[in-house]
């Protein structure tokens, strides 16, 4: 699970993960014995899709009760005959509904199988996954229905989703029970109601057969309310725009006349736009124009239209690995694009596959049989403490279509700390055609202080949280990447919120996100994707960029997405290689009739005023601080300006 990996020193076993692991799943609820149904990836995203069929009927349940007052689902129905589910593996169930009137949950109903336990934890969810209520029952019978009531009750508003789970070992189960809508007076189901999610208790999403796992409700409409009420839109979270964002220059179409070429080396680059070119699905989802820059989110969810507005107002243009229950359609109609993280996220918009996440950390760099199971599953190879990450590599190939998309994995601190060139190589080479790795040196608890990572590179830990570090990311990603003669466009990674399960750990700030991502941009990343789940700290999100957890970041990663995306044309093509000044980390590029210089602090200094001299060749009398309303002076070749702060970043636009 996220947190500190200074246990896994290099030479270790590596069979964890820099992100939360799957919980396990060897058979899912209700799967009849032997089958084993397709199991999703993320048991810990947003609730289940919404969509119902269209052709699918409607039940009417019993909603008598004990008290004429309230609606439960299956208050009435005979279970008698429903089975109890062999499984024993602990697992959290439920059930997703919504109402069409305001009013308040007052207890979750379980129903109990013999020899599940005297006592079961209850919980309400948001349909985001945000815990509303929890519960523990007390005095339950043997079996049978069980009533467990919240310590306050919770509001439910009218037209939105929510879930109502338990835990447990053993349960009962039917399949294929809400294949139509269920009501009960103002209460329905919502999309594929019945849910779960496998281990010590979770948000559950994943779902089987339209199984019926008999959690049910007790709801209480609001003294006079309406039976059908009218819903008000929820608020847009889309920031307002700054004053200097409304008079930002930008790069503009390709004029007539172009910057003189300079004598100077070019940085090594696998080409840009053009090597999009040659996958046909890229270039047909405009991989190739040249205004367009790849800014992706990390296993991120799409339900409803709602989502994919939110996220693409924000400069979000690709999914990277979508949860399971997302609506490629709705991707697709927004005009955006997905790296399908398995065989069935296929469709227009997939412009990639994603092999797998930190196969490096938790398969080790070794080439023994893998016996198919992931972190938390148990052994991971076999024999049981041998390595395996190149068999898994090879085997996730072979679970996609040889259909000339794009391939991408992404790495972890394996290939950025413990593994030798060659191993780490091997992983960055060999299976990919784009690829990334997530060191959150902002926020990782152990990154700054354990020998085997930031220290054992020559990271010291007072310069450890630094922006330049994204930029050192890119350069060892870069130099692995480099070394079969061959290139492939390499993504940063940069998290939005507190991604580790430490409360104590860092949370990134504004500041801090636009200058990892700029470091990463100046260090050649050829796409920026933001890991945005908080996992600990004040406000825990599998949404940050949507939910109020990121209130206070979604403006300023908005405004970067824009900048990064008006900036697109320039950072589409090969750049110089020159050092304008060894304290800061800078990037040259050439377009139209324009140089462009990004410069920032580097790894151990650069804060104050800092002189930048410009190459031989070229000339101007101003430079243009792009997105800052201001030009500075260029005298004797060299041009000065202040950097505030460590993660602080400018663009100058010279103009022969």
Not at 306 to 313: A, Q
Request: net charge positive.
């Amino acid at each position: 699970m996220a947190g500190d990996k200074s246990s896994n020193p290099k030479g270790a076993s590596l069979v964890e993960s820099q992100h939360p692991p799957v919980p396990p799943a060897p058979r899912p609820p209700a799967s009849p014995p032997g089958r084993h149904p397709r199991r999703g990836r993320l048991t810990f995203t947003i609730a289940a899709a919404l969509a119902v069929l269209a052709s699918a009927t409607v039940i009417a349940a019993d909603a008598a009760t004990s008290r004429s007052a309230t609606f439960s689902f299956f208050a009435g129905t005979d279970v008698s005959g429903v089975p109890t589910d062999p499984d024993t593996q602990p697992v959290e169930l439920g059930l997703r509904f919504t109402s069409s009137s305001n009013g308040t949950l007052t207890a979750v109903r379980i129903l109990k199988a013999n020899g599940s336990g005297s006592s079961h934890p209850v919980n309400v969810w948001s349909a985001r996954g945000q815990k509303l209520a929890t519960a523990t029952s007390t005095a339950e019978s043997p079996s049978g229905w069980q009533e467990v009531k919240l310590p306050t009750p919770v509001r439910i508003d009218a037209g939105q989703v929510y879930v109502v789970s338990y835990h447990t070992t053993r349960y009962r189960a039917t399949q294929n029970f809400f294949n139509r809508t269920v009501t009960s007076g103002p209460l329905s189901t919502s999309g594929v109601a019945g849910v779960y999610a496998y281990g010590t208790g979770g948000f559950p999403t994943s779902t089987y057969q339209a199984s019926n796992y008999w959690v049910d409700v007790v709801f209480a409409p609001a003294v006079g309310g309406s039976a059908s009420p009218s819903v008000s839109p929820r608020p847009s979270t889309s920031p307002t725009p700054t004053p200097s964002a409304t008079r930002t220059p930008t790069p503009g179409p390709t004029p007539t006349t172009t910057a003189s070429p300079l004598a100077l080396p070019r940085v090594a680059w696998e080409g840009g736009p053009a090597y999009y070119g040659t996958f046909p699905v890229a270039r047909a989802a405009g991989w190739t124009n040249p205004a367009f820059f790849p800014i992706g989110v990390w296993q991120e969810s799409v339900i409803e239209a709602r989502d994919t507005t939110l996220d693409k107002s924000a400069g979000i243009n690709t999914y990277v690995a979508p949860t399971d229950n997302s609506n490629l359609r709705l991707i697709e109609s927004a005009g955006m694009s997905v790296i399908g993280g398995n065989s069935q996220q296929l469709g227009p918009s997939t412009v990639a596959w994603s092999l797998s996440d930190e196969v490096d950390m938790w398969g080790g760099p070794g080439s023994s049989a893998w016996t198919g199971n992931h972190p938390g599953q148990g052994a991971v190879c076999q024999p049981a403490n041998s390595r395996c990450g190149y068999t898994i590599q090879e085997a996730m190939l072979r679970r996609f279509p040889a259909d000339g998309r794009l391939r991408y994995a992404n790495y972890g601190k394996g290939v950025m700390f413990w593994e030798t060139d060659a191993e780490a190589g091997r992983f960055v080479n060999s299976y990919t055609s784009m690829v990334s790795n997530d060191i959150y040196w902002y926020t990782d608890p152990g990154v700054c202080n354990s020998p085997s990572e930031g220290p054992g590179i020559g990271v010291r830990p007072e310069n450890c949280r630094r922006a330049a570090n994204y930029g050192r990311t890119m350069d060892r990603m870069r130099h692995l990447d480099g070394a079969d003669g061959k290139r492939q466009p390499i993504f940063a990674f940069v998290e939005v919120g507190h991604p580790f399960t430490e409360n104590d750990a860092p949370t990134i700030t504004g500041d801090q996100i636009a200058g990892a991502v700029m470091n990463s941009l100046i260090h050649e990343a050829r796409g920026i994707q933001y890991f945005n789940h908080n996992f600990g700290g004040a406000c825990l999100s599998q949404h940050v960029l949507r939910d109020r957890c990121g209130a206070a970041i979604r403006p300023v990663v908005t405004e970067l997405n824009r900048r990064v995306t008006s900036l697109a044309p320039v950072l589409n093509t090969q750049s110089y290689e020159w050092r304008f000044n060894p304290n800061l980390d800078t990037m040259l590029k050439a377009y139209g009739n324009s140089y462009y210089v990004f410069a920032m602090p580097g790894r151990t200094g650069g804060t104050g005023t800092q002189k930048l001299t410009l190459p031989p060749g070229m000339k101007g009398a101003r430079a243009e601080v792009l997105f800052e309303n201001r030009t500075v002076p260029i005298s004797g070749g060299a041009l000065q300006d202040a950097f505030a702060r460590e993660s602080a970043y400018h663009i100058y636009k010279i103009t022969p």
